[in-house]
């Protein structure tokens, strides 16, 4: 279904975008296209989450089982909230700095983008990967324990080793490190986010009309950057953080969890879908036909009418 719902988005971007979305619908269908990777991505890896009396992580059930695939797991999922924020900026900036908007078609800045969202993502995936410690004292033997509970002689994923419920401070390290880095995406995200808030608010050379449709896209932003963090961030707080203030992951969060995460680039999708007129008014077109309002695109502008016989030259506001 998830695959289904963002190609279904990027064809509504194709179809039903108006000339003055400029390059937020790029933006948009980036998103949708990443969404549509990440959803193979999980099925591909098929990664669960266990627990044992003395490591708790996850692992991928297929010939993928190692930590590299894992950490590559976590590291991908990380690049959703920097898109978020890159989006917060286009908007921030198309009320703040309309003139700074124009970097977005640079080449120049484009590379600059690409090299702080690969930045983050190496980073994310470089403490998954090495920022945990497998060389104490009982962690073979705690794997090869674990291993014997799915028939396997060996298993290799992303773990945890608690020995007497003690987590070693390099774990601990590893555990804040991943919290002070998302907290730092989320400040960033709420601080754009506010200031663009006032400033639609303080502008006074836009429409009522307009302010209210930069009030709405940025309602879906917010609204787009709260289903990652519910749906990823927050099952990961509480599986992997309890720990270190001494409480046990319940197993029923452990088994909840990949699935949880394996939804999100489906609500992704539906969000945009929904919040935004344009392409909710073109899925209700395409899905059950014209009734009392006809979506009509031409030139890549979305028009509506009330009557069959006429066409609006009014393009439609979100």
Known sequence: PGIFVNAFLLYLIKRFSRRELGGYKYLLAIFATYDIFLIVMHAVIDLRAVISDDLFGVISFNFLDTSLFTSLYGACFMVPFSLLNIHFLYRYWVIRSPH???????????????????????????????????????????????????????IDGWFVFQRDGAISLRSIGTLLSYDVIMVIMCAISINLAIRTFLEIRAAKTISFSDRTSQLRILFTVCVQTAVPFLFVYCPFLCFFNLSLFGFRTPTFAADAAPYIHSIFPMLDALVIILLMKDYRNGARFLLFGARNERVICVANTTYSSQSSDAISARPTHF
Do not use: H, P, Q
Request: aromatic fraction near 18%; charge should be negative; proline fraction near 0%.
């Open 100 to 154: 700074m908007v124009i970097l977005f078609t640079k080449f120049a800045f484009i590379f600059l983008l690409i090299t702080c969202v690969s930045t983050i993502t190496t980073i994310w995936f470089c403490i998954c990967e090495f920022g945990l410690d497998t060389s104490e004292e009982g962690y073979f033997e705690a794997s090869l324990k674990l291993a014997s509970k799915f028939n396997r002689s060996s």
